[in-house]
């Protein structure tokens, strides 16, 4: 595995590959739902490249970008062992510069439910994601759907900015007794990380009622609030793929999206349906 930290060894290190390159960018402390993302793009692809980078412009005053979990040891055995030919691991200076040009999220989509709990970050994440695929020019990038609205939103700027490259959405990964895996689950003690459980339980109630034929948006959520219950629930919704939000679940067309805080740990979560 060549290890690169900056744009230079990136380039010099891709170009002694052929065929399709596989990218699968994360912020590190990577668990087994960054692996799986690691493995499709070994099985899909002759090259694979993760990039490892806590990007700043995502995380907004007060956030915790200066304790965000930092495990660059343990993060390369993974990476070695999980087969990756290439991992990017720049510092701050090898991508930003001062006073530059940046990508804006859009106005309504890139503006509720995260983007209105975290005004700014989707414009920190589409900058970072752009740099990043034109540093590696992919063919394809995968992407977990427990970040779905920021899947969305990098589906819409690949498509807005006629980006060639292709989205690759994996499905979430989960512990056995639901906790959808997230680098910040670190942060949680043993009590909290019972109390976190409520975030899949309820999404799983949201399952529930929709099999049952419950389709009703409001009475979902109010379910869902009832056994979130008593977290500090920043939101639930249910939307379309676009993000709009629906007032009934359309099969094959919704999210149903959570977010909560544990202690002072945010946690996200989702289901599609
Ligand atoms: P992060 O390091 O948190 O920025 O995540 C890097 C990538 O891994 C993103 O595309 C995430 O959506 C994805 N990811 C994070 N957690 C999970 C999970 N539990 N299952 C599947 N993908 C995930």
Redesign the pocket.
């Known amino acids: 595995m060549i290890i690169a930290r900056s744009r230079q060894e990136l380039q010099a290190a891709l170009d002694t590959k052929r065929g399709s390159i596989g990218f ?11 692996r ?2 690691i493995e499709a793009a070994r099985r899909e692809n002759e090259t694979v490249v993760v990039s490892i980078f806590v990007n700043p412009t995502q995380f907004l005053p007060g956030e915790d970008l200066s304790k965000y979990p930092r495990r660059e040891e343990a993060d390369f055995k993974i990476c070695e062992l999980s087969g990756v030919d290439v991992l990017f691991y720049p510092d701050v200076a090898a991508m930003y510069g001062s006073d530059e040009v940046r990508v804006c999220a859009p106005d309504v989509r890139g503006f509720i439910l995260e983007g209105a709990s975290r005004p700014g970050h989707f414009d920190g994440v589409l900058t970072v994601v752009m740099k990043l695929l034109n540093m590696v020019r992919p063919s394809r990038v ?6 779905a609205q ?2 969305a939103l990098i589906t819409q700027m690949v498509e807005n900015l006629f980006m060639d490259v292709k989205i690759v959405p ?5 512990e056995k007794d639901g906790l ?4 910040r689950n670190v942060y949680l003690d043993e009590k909290q990380r019972v109390e976190a459980l409520k975030l899949s339980a309820a999404l799983k109630e949201a399952t529930k009622m929709v099999m049952q034929g419950n389709l009703d948006a409001e009475k979902i959520k109010e379910a869902m609030m009832n056994l979130l219950k008593p977290l500090d629930v920043e939101y639930v919704a249910v939307v379309n793929r676009q993000f709009e939000s629906l007032k009934e679940v359309v099969i094959g067309n919704t999210i149903v999206l959570v977010a909560a805080r544990v202690g002072t740990t945010r946690l996200i979560d989702n289901v599609w349906m």
């Open positions: 699968v960018p994360t912020m590190g402390a990577l668990h087994i739902g960054h799986t993302l995968y992407f977990g759907k427990k970040d920021q899947l994996m499905e979430t990964v989960r959808a895996l997230s680098s």
